[in-house]
């Protein structure tokens, strides 16, 4: 196994909703997290989308001169919503793969309101942290509360004793978008790499 010890943030990885049919605080908060990330010198990957929270997140990063990886399935680029003016855009057969790739070109996550596609990722994150397959910083921004029912779920999870209550340190919790990089600035950094590990 490669140690990686103290390894610096290139890239973070963001995951949020497609749909621009949502209250404009989460599209400005989408926008500013795009824009804080380019500022600190930091890289976006994300799903590679032009569409909703996803594509301001993008947009955000790019007006800024930061440099922002797409990574998009087939299925979904077929659907004309890729980026077309992404540093990079990765098209890929599946999703399995795309999540794999963004995991893997990434130093630490940030999870903004998003869907059941949002949901998804997060908790693979979670659970892949858990089983030892990473041990990057994921952090939850609960934006106007947008999360809580979720943060008291997972909690709950841990009080019935289907969790160990250590594993509610796997994530943070922020409110606020301004908080992030600091918090990712803090954040212990992977002691390993996990590229080789997946199942």
Excluded at 78 to 94: K, Y
Excluded at 170 to 177: D, G, H, Q, S
Aim: charged share 25%.
């Amino acid at each position: 196994m490669t140690e990686i010890k103290n390894a610096e943030i290139k890239n973070v990885c963001v995951y949020c909703g497609s749909s621009g049919n949502v209250d404009e605080r989460f599209k400005t908060a989408a926008t500013k997290i795009g824009n804080l990330i380019a500022e600190q010198g930091w890289g976006v990957v994300y799903g590679g989308g032009r569409v909703g929270l996803m594509g301001l997140v993008a947009d955000g990063a790019l007006e800024k001169g930061g440099n922002v990886i797409g990574i998009i399935p087939e299925h979904i680029q077929a659907r004309e919503v890729q980026h077309t003016d992404l540093s990079e855009l990765i098209v890929v057969d599946t999703m399995h793969v795309r999540k794999q790739m963004m995991v893997d070109r990434s130093q630490a996550f940030v999870i903004l309101a998003g869907g059941l596609g949002t949901l998804d990722e997060l908790f693979e994150l979670l659970t892949w942290k858990q089983l030892g397959l990473h041990d990057k910083p994921i952090v939850i921004v609960n934006l106007n509360g947008y999360w809580t029912e979720l943060i008291e779920a997972i909690h709950h999870i841990a009080a019935e004793g289907f969790m160990r209550d250590t594993d509610l340190a796997l994530f943070n919790v922020v409110e606020t978008i301004e908080e992030v990089p600091d918090l990712l600035k803090k954040a212990p950094r992977e002691k390993f790499d996990p590229t080789t590990k997946w199942i």
